[in-house]
């Protein structure tokens, strides 16, 4: 990118739209755990648009068609993790789109590969016993991983070209990405979550899917979860169906995930049949 480009892209972060109060408040509260369901439904409650979305995807066929009426009977059915789950995805799903002109996948697709990825490692993450205020983590890193590659569709006509599959197959397309833009979509991913202030863990994680071990410590394990749903999901094609070369997995990275080879297979096996149910999340939070 040249200079101008730098700062147009910082730009485009800073003008990012923040989520409201009632997604913030979610998600303070749904990290505290000594708040009670009231907290939640009085933080849901101030944002009426929030509330009705939320109600309405409860009572879709993804929630397996229940009749729910009320905030405080939704919050009890399905818990304070899901209810924040719910939240962040309306919030990232509705303010990330992929333009209507581009030419190698619809909105539609990317966020059906991006949810893919969410549910590839929240099951990787109960399949490697981590706690369950960390596995949702695990889940939104891989809802939101790819939102930087959203964005770069936006900002960068070049784009265009990097997705083309005949465009340089040899070259993974996240270096494309620096060597063109002179920033990659992980990258952009990292910068826009924390503009949006999430967790550093989450910053981490989705900034260093494609190099996972370059995360710090702490946070290398949902790193390559992500990295590893990443690749499960474009090995399958769910959702994008664009042949794209995103590089290999290096021995150290595979040796690095606490997962067996056969637990690591199932958590991906099993995706293609939760297609249909990602299909209707999405068209209740889109």
């Not at 620096?178 to 981490?204: I, T």
């Not at 249909?276 to 999405?282: C, D, M, P, V």
Request: aromatic share 6%; with cysteine; net charge negative.
């Amino acid at each position: 990118m040249s200079a101008l480009d730098q700062k147009r892209l910082l730009d485009f972060v800073e003008k990012l739209p923040g989520f409201s109060p009632a997604a913030l408040k979610i998600i303070s509260i749904a990290n505290n755990l000594g708040t009670s369901p009231t907290d939640m439904v009085n933080a849901i409650t101030l944002d009426p648009t929030l509330t009705a979305r939320i109600l309405r995807l409860i009572n879709s066929a993804y929630f397996g068609g229940r009749s729910v009426s009320s905030l405080n009977r939704a919050v009890m059915l399905l818990g304070f993790n899901t209810i924040k789950n719910i939240a962040l995805s309306l919030a990232v799903v509705s303010s990330v789109k992929v333009k209507e002109s581009f030419k190698w996948f619809t909105n539609s697709q990317f966020w059906e590969h991006c949810l893919a990825c969410a549910i590839a490692a929240k099951s990787m993450a109960k399949a490697m016993d981590v706690s369950a205020v960390e596995v949702e983590e695990y889940f939104i890193a891989g809802l939101i991983h790819d939102m930087g590659m959203a964005a770069l569709l936006q900002i960068s006509p070049e784009m265009e070209t990097i997705y083309d599959p005949a465009f340089r197959p040899e070259v993974p397309r996240h270096e494309l990405e620096k060597e063109m833009l002179g920033v990659s979509h992980a990258q952009l991913s990292g910068m826009m979550a924390r503009k949006w202030k999430f967790p550093e863990s989450l910053a981490f994680a989705i900034e260093s899917h494609h190099e996972p071990l370059t995360a710090p410590k702490e946070h290398r394990q949902i790193a390559l979860a992500v990295c590893f749903a990443n690749h499960g999901c474009h090995s399958i094609k769910i959702g994008i169906q664009t042949p794209i070369n995103i590089g290999k997995i290096s021995e150290e990275e595979r040796a690095s995930l606490p997962l067996e080879a056969e637990k690591l297979a199932e958590c991906i096996s099993g995706l293609p049949e939760a297609v249909e149910s990602a299909r209707l999340f999405l068209e209740n939070v889109g």
